[in-house]
């Protein structure tokens, strides 16, 4: 873990929701001294400190490590799949954030649909 990328993200993080990242750590339960830590002693934070500021901060771990979510992939040799993902962020879902429960409930709801 690149502990100056996980600051930065927090930041950045905390930036775009209008607070102090010693604040969303003080008022997360990740404690006061997790940002100064970091910065200063190159503190690795523990995964359930970046699971309370990422609850605090309405983001994904993998926000706060800076790690790449895949997206979920749908099998199709005709390319229709990567249309259905347009389609789906046309409407405004951010298909990289779907969970594999949201997928099979997209599959369902599809399914549904073309039933006769």
């Known amino acids: ?23 969303a750590a003080r008022e997360s339960g990740a404690g006061k001294d997790l940002i100064t830590n970091m910065k200063k002693r ?10 309370l500021l990422a609850e605090y901060l309405g983001c994904s771990v ?3 490590l800076g790690e ?13 799949a990567a249309k259905l993902a347009q389609a789906l962020r046309d409407i405004g879902i951010d298909v990289a954030q ?13 399914k549904t649909l073309f039933e006769e």
């Open 1 to 23: 873990m690149d502990v100056m990328k996980v600051v930065q993200n927090i930041q950045e993080l905390c930036n775009s929701k209008g607070v102090k990242p010693t604040v």
């Open 42 to 51: 190159g503190t690795q934070p523990s995964i359930e400190k970046i699971r």
């Open 62 to 64: 993998s926000d706060i």
């Open 68 to 80: 790449k979510e895949k997206e979920p992939t749908i099998v199709s040799d005709d390319g229709h």
């Open 98 to 110: 779907l969970s594999e429960a949201d997928v099979r409930k997209i599959a369902k709801l599809a």
